[in-house]
């Protein structure tokens, strides 16, 4: 049974402590994105003319590098190519970009790009004491106040969950959860970083108003190509940003 977040010994905060350190002072050389969706990703590939790694680092059989096929959507997909990518390459950080539902009462509107300070999931209700916390599995992004001056950015909670729509149970945790955007993998590749150390940021456009009157199938299928091609110009200026830069920095 995983312990319940935030209930580590003095030893492992120590070790823990030890880790960031090391790494903290030193150019940030391997930067991991994790992307959901085939539309979302490709901007990305051509902007940074990435190749298909023809020798995938991943077991055989699974869909991760290819191009074709089918997209890895939701928490489970997120956090299985997330492991599998950090033991494999070791990043000094991890970018997880893509879509997301914003709420228009809370400020975001169709093409923002925000910056998620923190992420928690809402559809892991289990309220039993301590487990409730570790249901709703809020984890801090690395803080990048530099960054986020830098380029303007919009910053927000992210929560996330493994559905599209949002049920009256899952609105009323995204409440609770204070969150600005909703998406369907950001607080697991936040858990697997946690798990295995490596700081991670959430880079999320608005394709859809949650709480406005579109439905959201349509109003996000409409909005996709438009919102990845904003996506991809601001993964670009956070690459460009971080060039050369050390964790600290940014
Ligand atoms: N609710 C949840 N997820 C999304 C969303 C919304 N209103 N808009 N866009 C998304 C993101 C999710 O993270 C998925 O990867 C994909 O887009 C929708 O299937």
Redesign the pocket.
């Known amino acids: 049974m995983a312990p319940p977040h935030g209930d580590k010994s003095a030893k492992v905060k120590e070790e823990a402590a030890a880790a960031v350190s090391s790494v903290d002072n030193r150019p940030i050389s391997t930067i991991l994105f994790i992307v959901?969706?085939q539309t979302e990703a490709l901007p990305l590939v051509k902007k940074f003319q990435l190749t298909e790694d023809l020798n995938s680092v991943f077991p055989k059989g699974v869909p991760w590098v290819r191009f074709y096929g089918v997209d890895g959507?939701g928490t489970v997909s997120a956090s299985l190519v997330t492991y599998a990518s950090v033991q494999a390459l070791q990043p000094d950080l991890i970018i997880n970009a893509?879509?997301?539902?914003g709420f228009g009462a809370k400020g975001a509107s169709i093409g923002d790009v925000f910056i998620s300070s923190e992420v928690a999931f809402h559809d892991r209700r289990i309220p039993i004491p301590v487990f409730d916390i570790y249901g709703v599995g809020s984890r801090k992004a690395l803080a990048t106040p530099n960054l986020l001056k830098e380029l303007n950015l919009k910053v927000g909670k992210l929560s996330t969950g493994d559905s599209?729509d949002m049920s009256p149970m899952d609105e009323a945790s995204i409440i609770a959860n204070d969150a600005t955007i909703?998406?369907?993998?950001g607080a697991a590749v936040a858990y697997v970083a946690d798990l295995l150390k490596v700081p991670a940021i959430f880079l999320k456009a608005v394709?859809?108003i949650?709480d406005g009157d579109k439905p959201?199938p349509e109003e996000?299928l409409e909005n996709l190509a438009a919102v990845t091609a904003a996506l991809d110009r601001t993964a670009t200026q956070v690459v460009d940003y971080i060039s050369g830069k050390c964790l600290l920095e940014l």
């Open positions: 959901a969706m959507v893509g879509t997301a539902g599209l909703k998406d369907m993998e394709t859809d949650v959201t996000f």
